[in-house]
């Protein structure tokens, strides 16, 4: 069942809508009705609706800013407008924002019908499911296609690309000479263990065709790494980041929907090879370190390397042993108790006889492994233990039980501190956003775009931020200019329109409308009290 909300400042508009869906109860469900746009964007959107019903012209916030502000929160949600006004400019808007109807005032049960079922098949075909993959698994895996993900996963371990190697590639479909590339991994958020093998089949499969759909304007080669969907994306074109956070967006939002399991991706750098050699395995790297700060910033997310690359404080190594691998990552996700386990496993294996020559080698390698995973090695160093005396501690150790709680107690200061790492990068990104908002409040129609483009962050980082905090720009916002609006109302000398003014607000109605929602009084009967 599909949810929708609807928004009109008239009342028995709303009532002839609802009525109307109610003989649709079957397929839709009305989980919110709103007088105005601003209490739909606040209260409506949250609910996370499939369809937005809603009049064009509407005090505070119009049925257009409603659903461009929606798209996004939301990038599947579909769109009728309902309005009196016969208005071509107003079309033009809708068309761009993907509406899928525009009816005129009076409106009839035949065409909320007929928007309704062509809402419904739009949806359905963007989200129905088959949970037989094998049906869905139609034999368009090709030889090109297998021989492309290997030239793939060769071309991330390569420190720079050898001739020979770029003419297979070109020869293979892959021009690695565009101007513009990036890598991004797309990863479930669910632990392994609680995915099932038909589940992830089916996560994989659909994430392919969303990719393929979603992003259609570049040239795009899937790869399957260690369970994770890489993707190299090539453009002739410049990106356009919030087109293309967008698009990811979209395809997470789709994939989560379908398939009912939460993923979330990493971006690398968003580079142009115009400005010299490029390293494709460092830019793999970056996308997969960029990953590993859902976290701490939340799931269901899309992450840029961008966003994050001033919190980085050290490279993380890698041990190319899959055991030292096992451990490495463990680490750099937080999983203390699979952390252990690799660790235990491999000092029983090296306290053996046959062992005897090479266990401190193989000590040596594993603390190596373990310290490179460790993103403030000064603050290990500084805050626990000097290496030398880590180096000591474990080559004095006499027995294997002993040697283990050395290495779970040091695995443990490492997860807490790269937490602490990631969560400090992340909150001061939300404290500059904070003092953005609050420096910049006054200005009516900021927006949320307004504050990535000045910080440098991409809508959906700065989402995620605020959701992090319970919040959103829209509640954020709202709140400053309301709390600005108590201390100038104590001052009698300062008229409400005046007030409004000095806040944001063009419309001193939806000032009094906004203060009312925040604090349950009027302006006047909170400056009276």
């Known amino acids: 069942m599909y949810k929708i909300i609807i928004a009109d400042d008239e009342s028995t508009v709303r009532e002839r809508i609802v009525g109307f869906v109610s003989k649709k109860k079957d397929i839709y469900q009305v989980v919110g009705i709103y007088e105005n746009g601003y209490d739909a964007l606040l209260q409506g959107v949250p609910l996370e609706p499939d369809l937005i019903i809603t009049d064009i012209k509407m005090p505070f916030i119009s049925g257009l800013e409603l659903i461009r502000q929606a798209k996004m929160e939301l990038p599947l949600v579909q769109a009728i407008i309902v309005s009196g006004y016969d208005d071509f400019d107003f079309a033009k808007q809708a068309i761009d924002l993907g509406v899928i109807g525009y009816l005129s005032k009076p409106i009839t049960y035949e065409d909320i019908a007929t928007a309704l079922e062509k809402a419904k098949a739009e949806l ?3 989200l129905v499911v088959d949970e037989n993959i094998k049906d869905l698994q139609k034999k368009d895996e090709s030889v090109l ?38 890598f991004v991994v797309f990863d479930s958020d669910e632990e392994e263990d609680s995915l099932s093998f038909e589940k992830s089949e089916l996560v994989t499969y659909y994430l392919d065709q969303y990719i393929f759909e979603e992003l259609k304007d570049y040239a795009t080669f899937s790869f399957n790494n ?7 994306i090539l453009s002739n074109e410049s990106f356009d980041k919030e087109d293309f956070q967008s698009s990811l967006s979209t395809i997470i939002a789709k994939v989560t929907k379908t398939c009912g399991v ?18 494709f395995r460092k830019l793999y790297r970056h996308a997969l370190w960029t990953l590993e700060y859902r976290t701490v910033v939340g799931t269901n997310v899309v992450l840029f390397y961008g966003d994050l690359e001033e919190t980085r404080t050290s490279v993380i190594g890698k041990i190319d042993d899959n055991e030292y691998k096992s451990v490495s990552y463990s680490i750099l996700y937080g999983k203390s108790s699979d952390t252990r386990e690799a660790i235990g496993k491999i000092i029983d294996t090296i306290s053996t006889i046959e062992y005897k020559d090479s266990y401190f080698l193989i000590i040596n390698n594993l603390l190596d492994s373990i310290l490179k995973s460790c993103i403030a090695i000064d ?7 000097p290496h030398v005396a880590l180096v000591n501690r474990f080559y004095a150790s006499k027995q294997p039980e002993t040697t283990k709680s050395y290495f779970y107690e040091l695995v443990d200061e490492i997860i807490k501190i790269n937490d602490t790492q990631r969560s400090s990068g992340v909150d001061e990104a939300y404290e500059h956003i904070r003092q953005f908002i609050s420096g910049n409040y006054m200005k009516s129609g900021l927006s949320l775009d307004d504050v990535g483009n000045e910080l440098g962050y991409s809508v959906s980082y700065i989402s995620a931020i605020l959701k992090r905090h319970d919040t959103s720009f829209t509640k954020y916002l709202t709140s400053v200019r309301m709390e600005q609006a108590k201390m100038l109302l104590a001052n009698p000398a300062n008229k409400l329109v005046s007030i409004a003014n000095q806040i944001g607000y063009d419309d001193p109605y939806y000032f009094s409308h906004c203060f009312k929602k925040a604090f349950g009084l009027s302006p006047q009967e909170y400056r009276k009290s």
């Open 262 to 279: 939460s993923i979330s991706c990493g971006v690398s750098d968003l580079v142009s090879s115009e400005k010299g050699p490029l390293s």
């Open 124 to 126: 359905d075909k963007k």
């Open 145 to 182: 296609k297998i021989v492309q993900e290997n030239d793939l996963n060769k071309l991330v371990t390569l420190k720079s690309v050898p001739e020979n190697f770029s003419a297979k590639l070109l020869a293979d479909g892959i021009d690695i000479v565009s101007k513009n590339l990036c």
């Open 226 to 232: 260690a369970g994770k969907i890489c993707v190299l």
């Open 379 to 385: 603050k290990l160093y500084g805050e626990y233990m």
